[in-house]
């Protein structure tokens, strides 16, 4: 893998395949996924779905949910990113289309969600992970998208697991890298640093960082970090607080380089 410094930098490299006309177009190409943290794996299904667009004179449009579909169901989950951090780097890549999941949108059933991607975004072509579920009960997948294509007058394309380790790159196995500290592993598989929205308080008379809420926690330890463009060595505390080894007033956001040890 060739990392990236973040997702800036993807941003730049993927907006080049964007049909560059301007025109409006008829019917969509659509790239679908929950995208937490915008992995490489996520990458190349939006790059495939760019693909797609431009090869056959559709609009380029990424579709997912403005909340984790985790959430609705009371599970106990971390997030990569933040719901708003998420559509903002989605939206780098291609316009987005976010609904919120609720329990009526979750219990719809497979066909009734395929026909109301073609109805109200007029698809032309779905493209979507090998693993990719749908509707109630995820009872849909991507067999499902091919039956209806033919129906509903759309193309498909499932994009296979992009292999790191000898395992498919998921934001599962991200999270659990982060959990146990393995920033390197973590890094290589999301294509860019982890960078976590945090701010500043004070613990025991000492200045330190929280993280968002919501969001995965590095393993205790010492790290390498940037912000605000400068290197520092910063200790995650059992807790998950974050305590920098020199002040730095004004961190809104943590970059982690790597672990030290």
Known sequence: FCLSRGLGDVYKRQYMHLPRSGRRMNKTAIAFGTFDGVHRGHQEIINAMLTAAEGRGLDPLIYTFSNHPAGLFGKSFSMIMTDGERLAALKGFAPVAAERLDRQLAATEPEDFVRH????????????????????????????????????????YEIPALMYGGEPVSSTRIRACIERGDIAGANAMLGHELELSCKETSQNGHAVLKVADGLVLPAPGRYITEAEGRRLVCGVLPGGSIEPEEPLRGIKKLRFIGRIG
């Open 117 to 156: 991607m073609a109805e109200k975004y007029r698809m032309g072509a779905a493209v979507a992970g090998f693993n990719y579920t749908f509707g109630s009960r995820g009872a849909g997948n991507m067999d499902t998208l091919r039956r209806l294509g033919g129906e509903y007058g759309f193309e498909v």
